[in-house]
């Protein structure tokens, strides 16, 4: 009996509890309604951010490789005109030159959109290589203040790199090696090779499988070729010449021209032909006899 009793009565409770849910929406409907908009209002928004910033990050993306696209059309466009500057299709660079301003602006705005991703690190070394480029492309002549102006900036911008992503093996190798040349191209041969080392130092951890390490000890080669002592070689000897049997020609001689008599033109045939004179022969006087030799 007390369990069928029991029964009754939490099936009284949880009727009860039904009807007093029922009573509860029924009173409170709107407030209801009202939540569930929120909640799918809450929903929708965080949807809608993260697709729209899946796809700036994609428009920003093709946006970078689309500028050193550029960068890099612009270096082989000037290449080719070095090379022929009498091509039609090179005329055009005479004017315009090597300009990568267009490129390094848009370079900066990406950096700074990307500022919190890799994609900032990436778009402040693509513009790091672009300014440095103009020292090498440029066709324009540019004085010591100017070269140290792009130096300058180039050094500042892998040095912002390294702040930015200090663990981002791709941007620590680059940022690194892009220091040292630009020390390099300041003629500061000890602070080039401090950053090498640094590049090297990491080749077992952070670095491990890029090829940053490599680079960087190709550099340090170069280094120690242009500082390490001049090697200098004796002039090598005078080859010796063997004096030629007499009566020989040597090969370096060239042999004697023959002289010949030139040609004895013949005679005429009609000509009469030349008689020596004829001379009178001398009579000879008769010897005297013996007998008057001896008279005498």
Do not use: C
């Not at 010591?144 to 093996?169: C, G, N, R």
């Amino acid at each position: 009996m007390k369990s069928e009793e029991r029964h009754k009565l939490k099936t009284n409770e949880l009727a009860d509890s039904l009807v007093s849910l029922r009573e509860w929406v029924k009173n409170n409907a709107s407030q209801i309604v009202g939540g569930v908009m929120i909640i799918a209002a809450i929903i929708i928004a965080v949807q809608w951010w993260f697709n729209t910033r899946v796809q700036g990050t994609q428009h920003n993306a093709v946006n970078l490789q689309q500028q050193i696209m550029n960068v890099e059309r612009l270096q082989w466009n000037a290449v080719a005109q070095a090379q022929d500057p009498e091509a039609e299709k090179n005329a055009a660079l005479l004017t315009t030159g090597y300009n990568v301003q267009a490129e390094v602006d848009s370079l900066k705005q990406l950096a700074k959109k990307g500022a919190k991703a890799g994609l900032g690190a990436t778009a402040l070394l693509a513009e790091a290589d672009a300014l440095r480029s103009r020292l090498l492309y440029s066709t324009e002549p540019m004085d010591a203040a100017e070269k140290e102006d792009i130096l300058s900036q180039t050094a500042q911008i892998y040095e912002q790199v390294l702040k930015q992503a200090p663990d981002m093996a791709m941007a620590v190798g680059q940022a690194h090696v892009g220091l040292g040349l630009i020390a390099e191209d300041r003629g500061d041969i000890e602070a080039a090779r401090q950053q090498y080392e640094i590049v090297i130092s990491l080749k077992d951890s952070l670095l491990a499988g890029t090829a940053w390490p490599g680079r960087a000890q190709q550099r340090l080669r170069v280094l120690d070729d242009i500082t390490g002592p001049l090697i200098t070689f004796p002039d090598a000897p005078a080859p010796e010449t063997a004096e030629p049997a007499s009566g020989a020609a040597t090969p370096l001689e060239e042999p004697a021209a023959q002289t010949t008599a030139p040609p004895v033109e013949p005679a005429d045939k009609t000509a009469e032909p030349t008689v020596p004179p004829q001379t009178e022969p001398v009579p000879a006087q008769p010897a005297q006899p013996a007998e008057m030799n001896e008279q005498g």
